[in-house]
């Protein structure tokens, strides 16, 4: 993963891609996608620097809109990946999600799916927690890490909404209206 504020490539290398051809029709996402047409060219020039010195601060949203509004414009690039990889992991992780509201609804006519629910969070939990615990104490907030359960509902209810928004919704990005 990578963003304008973290990325850096020599000048020649984006000439040899041929820069943001091919990628300057989408709205959003031009630095994920330029990494993966670097990535795709130079399969084995991608590094990741895990650094506290190379730790680089953005401003946050100002607002709740402004703030959904980014990320209903970082998931409306999804589909857009040549990388399939990419592409089926990030549908793996919304059906997922998407499997929480669903069981919550057949739970009020069968109890088995209610067990069903609890079992797949009690899964997530476990498989989200060291991976969120390990990036939450490289930047010192571990003790975050408490209110990590009581979260998943609203972090499941996030992604559902805002996978959905970013394939079939609209969104406000520099003074204009872009609609999927």
């Given at each position: 993963m990578?963003?304008?504020a973290?990325i850096?490539?020599?000048?020649?290398?984006?000439?040899d891609?041929?820069g943001?051809?091919?990628?300057?029709?989408?709205?959003?996402?031009?630095?994920?996608?330029?990494?993966?047409?670097?990535?795709?060219?130079?399969?084995?020039?991608i590094?990741?620097l895990?650094?506290?010195e190379?730790i680089?601060?953005?401003?946050?949203?100002?607002?709740?809109?402004?703030f959904?509004?980014?990320?209903?414009?970082?998931?409306?690039?999804a589909?857009?990946?040549?990388d399939r990889?990419?592409?089926?992991?990030?549908?793996?992780?919304?059906?997922?999600?998407?499997?929480?509201?669903?069981?919550?609804?057949?739970?009020w006519?069968?109890?088995?799916?209610?067990?069903?629910?609890l079992?797949l969070?009690?899964v997530?939990?476990?498989?989200?927690?060291?991976?969120?615990?390990?990036?939450?104490?490289?930047?010192?907030?571990?003790?975050?890490?408490?209110?990590?359960?009581?979260?998943?509902?609203?972090?499941i209810?996030?992604?559902?909404?805002i996978?959905?928004?970013?394939?079939?919704?609209?969104?406000?990005?520099?003074?204009?209206?872009?609609?999927?």
């Open positions: 990578c963003n304008g973290n850096s490539y020599a000048k020649k290398t984006f000439y891609v041929n943001f051809n091919g990628i300057d029709n989408i709205a959003s996402g031009d630095d994920m996608l330029l990494m993966h047409k670097i990535s795709k060219q130079f399969p084995d020039s590094h990741y895990k650094s506290e190379a680089v601060s953005t401003q946050p949203m100002k607002s709740w809109k402004t959904f509004n980014q990320r209903i414009r970082w998931a409306s690039k589909a857009s990946y040549d990889r990419i592409f089926w992991v990030l549908l793996l992780v919304y059906v997922i999600n998407l499997l929480f509201p669903v069981l919550l609804l057949a739970a006519w069968n109890t088995w799916y209610l067990w069903l629910l079992l969070g009690m997530k939990i476990f498989l989200e927690y060291p991976f969120v615990r390990s990036v939450a104490g490289f930047f010192g907030q571990q003790r975050l890490m408490v209110y990590f359960p009581a979260l998943q509902p609203f972090h209810a996030y992604t559902v909404i996978g959905w928004l970013g394939q079939f919704g609209s969104y406000r990005w520099k003074d204009r209206k872009i609609d999927k």
